[in-house]
């Protein structure tokens, strides 16, 4: 078993595992939350199993997969929502300066990985992502000018931050393909990546209790 198709295993486990707790705690307190964040490790995984069976029939990384594509998006699409659950209506028309840093770190990664030999069609992935970014540094920039307190709140929206910072990682670094061994920072990016997935459940669970 390669480095990466093991990681890639351990990744979809923790998704599922994510999913089917999701699951049990929205059945428990019928929050939104859990409805949503049920969606997104499901969509999450459903794009996962896809690419993992492409590795084990093909035994190499897929350079593009439509139903992994579309559920990968559909996965930020639900993680937006859940944030957007969090926000309250002044906290969304909240303004700083700090946001601009959402379309200049997700165009400058953008514009590296198409030049690198990237597909087109992670467009939509990167615009998805510069909106999470740009909400969640909006929320916390908010928070901040407020200053309140919810630490279980801000937990979440740096949670959220990491997420796509450990997805720009994997882009850049799948296009400055060193080894198939740890040497590669892309596996090491990939671990973050599940780490912060496997972190979302109870960090979202802490937040919705607070």
């Not at 990016?189 to 979202?204: E, N, Y």
Request: glycine content about 4%; hydrophobic content about 55%.
């Amino acid at each position: 078993m390669t480095l990466e198709l093991f990681l890639d295993i351990l990744q979809l486990l923790v998704t599922l595992a994510g999913c089917g707790c999701s699951v049990l705690l929205y059945c428990k307190s019928r929050r939104q939350h859990y409805f949503l964040l049920t969606c997104f490790y499901g969509c999450f995984s459903l794009g996962l199993f896809y690419w993992t069976i492409y590795l084990l029939l093909f035994d190499k990384t897929p350079q593009l997969l439509y139903v992994t594509e579309i559920a990968w998006l559909s996965a930020l699409i639900f993680l937006g929502m859940l944030q957007y659950t969090f926000s309250s209506q002044e906290e969304r028309t909240f303004w700083c300066p700090a946001m601009w840093l959402a379309p200049v770190t997700g165009v400058a990664t953008m514009v590296v990985y198409w030049l690198c030999g990237g597909v087109l069609f992670t467009m939509l992935r990167f615009s998805l992502s510069v909106m999470l970014v740009w909400k969640n540094i909006q929320s916390l920039c908010y928070l901040a000018a407020q200053k309140q307190p919810a630490p279980q709140l801000r937990t979440f929206y740096i949670a959220v931050l990491t997420f796509v910072a450990a997805e720009y990682a994997l882009w850049l670094s799948s296009v400055f393909w060193v080894s198939d061994t740890w040497n590669n920072p892309y596996f090491w990016f990939d671990f973050l990546l599940t780490a912060v997935l496997a972190a979302l459940l109870p960090i979202t669970k802490r937040a919705v209790e607070q």
